[in-house]
């Protein structure tokens, strides 16, 4: 079936720092990608999405690449901000079935330090 | 703007209790879904509907069961509560499927506990 595997975290960082969270995937059609950010306290949220190969999705400042030949959807940021701080997770749907459902990895929580 | 919200907010159950995890949204979504999210596994996904009177099977069904009489309301129900049950419940929903511009909307949760 179909899954995602993120890195594992916890992640911490300084501000200003790059920050990448690695993500690849297994499914049986050619899915969408997603990245969702979890606040403290809150549901998830859409951050970005890509929805063919090459595509780059692109959302406050997080940039993803859908890499078909690597079958990834790495989340990079240049300079994160203490706001940043979140649980991050990756998904897919998968056409093949009907795209009606979101599977996710397990999140990335990272941590932003002043 | 409500969007999707869950009550309760927090819950202990005692061993073979029962409870309903009740989930609403006011976006005149077909789409609802209901997630499990344990530590360190990611949200596992229970069960889901694409519309009122339709109901599919997620990944770990066992233990629960819904109903979707209305377009609003996607309850969850859980018969005789057991420790492996013990997690935070998530309730989505999208206008349709997510292979356009479609977004799932997640409600703040529910963390139940059962001891």
């Known amino acids: 079936g179909d899954s995602v595997t993120q890195m594992e975290g916890p992640v911490t960082l300084s501000e200003e720092a790059f920050l990448t969270i690695n993500c690849t995937y297994t499914?049986?059609?050619?899915?969408?990608l997603f990245w969702y950010v979890q606040y403290p306290g809150e549901g998830l949220q859409l951050l970005l999405k890509a929805t063919k190969a090459d595509d780059k999705g692109s959302n406050k400042g997080f940039e993803a690449t859908y890499r078909k030949e690597t079958t990834s959807f790495h989340l990079e940021k240049g300079s994160v901000q203490v706001s940043d701080s979140a649980v991050y997770f990756c998904?897919?749907?998968?056409?093949?079935?009907?795209?009606?459902?979101?599977?996710f990895g397990t999140g990335t929580r990272l941590t932003i330090i002043p | 703007n409500a969007g999707v919200t869950q009550t309760p907010k927090f819950r202990i159950l005692k061993i073979g209790q029962s409870m309903t995890l009740q989930c609403a949204q006011d976006?005149?979504?077909?789409?609802m879904y209901w997630y499990r999210q344990d530590p360190g596994m990611g949200l596992k996904l229970i069960y889901y509907s694409v519309g009122a009177g339709i109901t599919d099977k997620g990944e770990v069904p066992n233990g629960y069961n819904v109903s979707r009489s209305t377009t609003e309301d996607f309850p969850l129900r859980l018969e005789l509560a057991a420790p492996s049950q013990t997690s935070v419940y998530f309730c989505a929903s999208s206008y349709g499927g997510f292979e356009g511009r479609t977004e799932a909307f997640f409600g703040q949760g529910t963390r139940l506990t059962v001891v």
């Open positions: 976006m005149n979504h077909n789409y």
């Open positions: 499914a049986t059609g050619y899915p969408s």
């Open positions: 998904a897919l749907s998968d056409p093949n079935f009907g795209n009606e459902k979101l599977t």
